[in-house]
Each structure stands twice: as structure tokens, then as C-alpha cells.
């Protein structure tokens, strides 16, 4: 008993931070044919100017890793949409009453909430070919998001969530 205890205690805590993406690309494109980048700029991110900043470094030290270069007139335009919602928790913890005796039996269960509503930050990345004006890439993740993190823990945070969304670019 205790061993599963502290199982579903692991799975509990690993999954809390554990950002979740969703790819989508055009299957005709030539990823290897693009090498440089620039953000659009009229971007409306829906992030406060300095999580923008710190998305904005852990994107270009990533794309960095990746082979691209920032360029004024670039191959690939980026978009960048971001929101945060409150979600409410999944966890429950069951309690019952049972009793029976000789052919008669009963029972009562109810269930109770474990914590409140969670805040859970989507971060939508869109690559559009410069040239050709069209969709070629895109991400969509759901992270955990705490309001009151320290600005080193944002960054932090957004990194990770940067590193996971780019783990599958470009596609193969």
C-alpha cells in the first residue's frame, strides 16, 4: 500500500510542470531551406513586456542552437499568442462508509476537492514563410503558471517550455 501511495505521489508532482504541445505543419515544405528569422512586428503576444523579453531571449538562443540567424529580411516571419486561464483542479479524494450485515448492505462515497483552480499559460508559435505568406509551423503548449514566480524562474520556466516546444523542429 505504501508503495503505490508514493507512485501516485511522483506522478502527481512530475506531472504538475510538464508542458504539453501540439504540432501542426505543412508536410510540402522544405524546412531545410530556411535559415534566418525575424518576428512579426506588429505582435500582439499577450504577455507583460518582460515575459515577451525573457520568450523572446530563450526563442533566439534556441533558434541559435538550431542553426538560424535573426535578419532583418529574414526567410521565416514568427508569431507569437499567448493567454492564461484558470483551470480548475482534477484531484479529488474519495471517502466512503460502508456497513453491511447478514443479506443487507450500504454504502456512501463522496468525494472531495484537493486544491483550487490552477493557472495554465497557452503560448501558440507560428512560423510564416516570408515569401510565399503562408503557414508552414506551428506549436501550441499549455503550461503550468504561477503568477508570483521570481523573474529567474520565469525565465526559467519559459526556457524549458521553449526547449519542449522546439524538440521536434524541424520536423522529420
Same mark, same amino acid.
Given at each position: 500500500?505504501?508503495? !503505490?501511495?508514493?507512485?501516485?505521489?511522483?506522478? #502527481?508532482?512530475?506531472?504538475c510542470?510538464?508542458?504539453? #504541445? /501540439?504540432?501542426?505543419?505543412? %508536410?510540402?515544405?522544405?524546412? =531545410?531551406?530556411? =535559415?534566418?528569422?525575424?518576428?512579426?512586428? $506588429? *505582435?500582439?503576444?499577450?504577455?507583460?513586456?518582460?515575459?515577451? &523579453?525573457?520568450? *523572446?531571449?530563450?526563442?533566439?538562443?534556441t533558434?541559435? @542552437? &538550431?542553426?538560424y *540567424?535573426?535578419?532583418?529580411?529574414?526567410?521565416?516571419? !514568427? /508569431?507569437? &499568442?499567448? %493567454?492564461?486561464?484558470?483551470?480548475? =483542479?482534477?484531484?479529488? #479524494?474519495?471517502?466512503?462508509?460502508?456497513?453491511?450485515?447478514?443479506?443487507?448492505?450500504?454504502?456512501?462515497?463522496?468525494?472531495?476537492? #484537493?486544491?483550487?483552480? +490552477?493557472?495554465?499559460?497557452?503560448?501558440?508559435?507560428?512560423?510564416?514563410?516570408?515569401? +510565399? $505568406?503562408?503557414?508552414?509551423?506551428?506549436?501550441? %503548449?499549455? %503550461?503550468?503558471?504561477?503568477?508570483?514566480?521570481?523573474?529567474?524562474? &520565469?525565465? @526559467?520556466?519559459?526556457?524549458?517550455?521553449? $526547449? +519542449?516546444?522546439?524538440?521536434?523542429?524541424?520536423?522529420?
Open positions: 500500500m505504501r508503495t !503505490i501511495l508514493i507512485g501516485a505521489l511522483l506522478v #502527481v508532482l512530475t506531472s510542470g510538464v508542458a504539453r #504541445v /501540439n504540432y501542426d505543419y505543412d %508536410s510540402q515544405t522544405d524546412f =531545410s531551406s530556411y =535559415s534566418t528569422y525575424n518576428y512579426f512586428g $506588429d *505582435m500582439e503576444t499577450g504577455l507583460s513586456e518582460l515575459d515577451e &523579453k525573457r520568450l *523572446m531571449d530563450a526563442l533566439d538562443a533558434l541559435g @542552437e &538550431k542553426g *540567424m535573426f535578419a532583418e529580411e529574414p526567410d521565416v516571419f !514568427i /508569431n507569437i &499568442k499567448s %493567454s492564461v486561464f484558470r483551470s480548475q =483542479s482534477g484531484n479529488n #479524494v474519495g471517502v466512503g462508509l460502508g456497513g453491511g450485515g447478514g443479506r443487507v448492505g450500504g454504502g456512501v462515497s463522496i468525494g472531495i476537492p #484537493v486544491g483550487g483552480p +490552477k493557472l495554465t499559460r497557452e503560448l501558440q508559435i507560428d512560423f510564416v514563410d516570408a515569401n +510565399k $505568406d503562408i503557414l508552414i509551423w506551428q506549436s501550441i %503548449s499549455e %503550461s503550468p503558471f504561477r503568477e508570483g514566480d521570481s523573474p529567474q524562474e &520565469k525565465s @526559467e520556466k519559459l526556457q524549458a517550455v521553449v $526547449d +519542449k516546444i522546439f524538440s521536434k523542429y524541424p520536423p522529420e
